[in-house]
């Protein structure tokens, strides 16, 4: 899907947001700049959190938010082996009442739970983005029909042509 300015990147997240139910692990990929902090805080704002509070937890590692759910924001950028992964207590929050949104998921490896909604961002111009999304898992699966079925473009009909 394409992102066309940065609003429509945090509409998107607040979209996904309103279809998360708890247990959903969500894998953001993207170079710097990508927008991968904007779409998570368009995901509290989806979960009813404060969305103001997101930033991108690069120092600490992971930010809480408390919303409809639980919200629990990590960034990777920082980690050095995947094997510290380990130590960031991260599958805690795989609970089945809590959202884990995962910045610099590839730092993570193989230690990335198998059901896990991917997000994968890539620059298109200075304002747009390239969102490619992808199910692991049932539980992943069943997210994106959830996002599908939400999609703005779903119900519009097709423009008329005039002759």
Do not use: C, E, I, W
């Given at each position: 899907m394409a992102s066309r300015s940065p609003a429509e990147t945090e509409r998107f997240g607040r979209r996904l947001?309103?279809?998360l139910r708890g247990g959903e692990v969500l894998a953001l990929y993207g170079e710097l700049g990508a927008g991968k902090t904007l779409l998570v805080r368009g995901l509290a704002s989806g979960l009813q959190?404060?969305?103001d509070q997101v930033?991108?937890?690069t120092f600490v590692l992971i930010n809480e938010y408390a919303g409809r759910l639980r919200l629990a924001h990590a960034d990777l950028y920082r980690l050095d082996e995947p094997t510290a992964i380990e130590q960031l207590g991260l599958w805690d929050?795989?609970?089945g009442r809590s959202v884990l949104a995962i910045e610099w998921a590839e730092k993570a490896g193989a230690a990335l739970p198998p059901d896990r909604l991917e997000i994968r961002m890539t620059h298109r111009n200075p304002r747009a983005r390239q969102?490619?999304?992808?199910?692991t898992g049932p539980i992943a699966q069943r997210l994106l029909r959830r996002v599908r079925n939400r999609s703005p473009h779903r119900?519009?009909?097709p423009?008329?042509?005039r002759r």
């Open positions: 947001g309103a279809a959190a404060a969305a930033s991108s937890p929050y795989a609970d969102l490619a999304l992808s199910a119900n519009r009909r423009a008329r042509s």
